[in-house]
Structure formats: C-alpha cells, structure tokens
C-alpha cells in the first residue's frame, strides 16, 4: 500500500488543481465572450448602421427634392453625390475569418469611412442651410416637474409650449 501513494503527486497539487481549474475556466470564458461578442456586435452594428442609414436616407430625400423642382446648386448636388458614393463604399456584409485571411477581401477602415461620411454630411447640410443633427433632442425634466437626471424616453422632436396644453374640446396630444 506504501508503494501506490506517490509524494511527488501530492508536492504539486496546488499547481495540479490550479491547472485544471484554469483550463475549465478557460474553455468557460470563451464560450461566454464569444456569446457576448456577437450580441455587441450586433448592437454596434445596428447603432453605426441606424446613423449611416439616416445619412443615405437625408441624401436621397434632398435628391428628390432638387430633382422634382429642378433645383442646379451644384455644390449641394456633388455632396449629395459622393455621400451617396462614401454609403455605397460602407460594407454591408461581415467578412468571414478565412477570406481575411487569404486576403480575398479588402481591409477597410470603417472607422475612417464613418468620419468621412460623417463630414460630408456636415457639408451638405452647410450647403442646404440645414442644422446636421442626428441626436434625439433632451426633454427638461424641471419643465415637467420631473427630477432631473432620471432617466426618461428622448423625444426625437421638441414639443413647443402650445402642443403640451390640452385642447378646447379637452384633448391633449
């Protein structure tokens, strides 16, 4: 019986437990951050695409608008033209890791993409006399009578003063 116990094996058992405990952390970890990796990426994605698809969207509407009524301001159609240009270029699938890494696809710098569009952005609506916005606009919780800093739902457009009153007929909108 003295022969099968090995002292060498109990000397190291720290390190032994350790190990293993590392390793099933390890393989843990990675099933639980690629679980959360994709569903922040998926957030990102739908967060950069919700404002490049406001920027195609604002693009086309102003290019209807000048086609309709004939409009020739040429510095408003050229932005009008390469934003349109910079959003085609933005792209819309995620790579696969094996085409990355044979190098089939090309390595696009969406980060700078996104400033370029972003500031071509700013142009167009220089050139139209458009405030460029994009943030849903800030209620005043002291206005309501609220308490400041909570957190309440963000109007996308500001109610003037006359729209929160109620109506004759005692509606209020």
């Known amino acids: 019986m003295a022969d099968e116990f090995d002292l060498e094996a109990l000397v190291h058992l720290e390190q032994t437990f350790y190990d293993a405990g590392y390793t099933d952390g390890f393989a843990h970890g990675?099933?639980?951050?690629?679980?959360?990796?994709?569903?922040?990426?998926?957030?990102?994605?739908?967060?950069?695409?919700?404002?490049?698809?406001?920027?195609?969207?604002?693009?086309?509407?102003?290019?209807?608008?000048?086609?309709?009524?004939?409009?020739?301001?040429?510095?408003?159609?050229?932005?009008?033209?390469?934003?349109?240009?910079?959003?085609?270029?933005?792209?819309?699938?995620?790579?696969?890791?094996t085409a990355v890494a044979s190098g089939v696809t090309e390595d696009i710098d969406i980060s700078k993409l996104q400033r370029q569009i972003r500031s071509r952005y700013k142009a167009l609506c220089a050139s139209l006399g458009v405030k460029p916005t994009l943030r849903a606009v800030e209620v005043d919780a002291t206005e309501d009578g609220g308490i400041p800093g909570t957190d309440q739902q963000k109007q996308v457009w500001k109610l003037e003063e006359d729209a929160k009153r109620p109506t004759m007929q005692g509606l209020s909108f």
């Open 30 to 97: 990675r099933i639980h951050g690629l679980i959360e990796g994709r569903a922040l990426g998926r957030e990102k994605g739908f967060e950069i695409w919700e404002e490049i698809g406001f920027y195609e969207g604002f693009a086309n509407t102003w290019q209807a608008i000048y086609a309709m009524n004939g409009h020739s301001d040429q510095r408003a159609v050229h932005h009008i033209k390469h934003l349109l240009d910079l959003i085609s270029q933005f792209p819309r699938i995620n790579p696969s890791a």
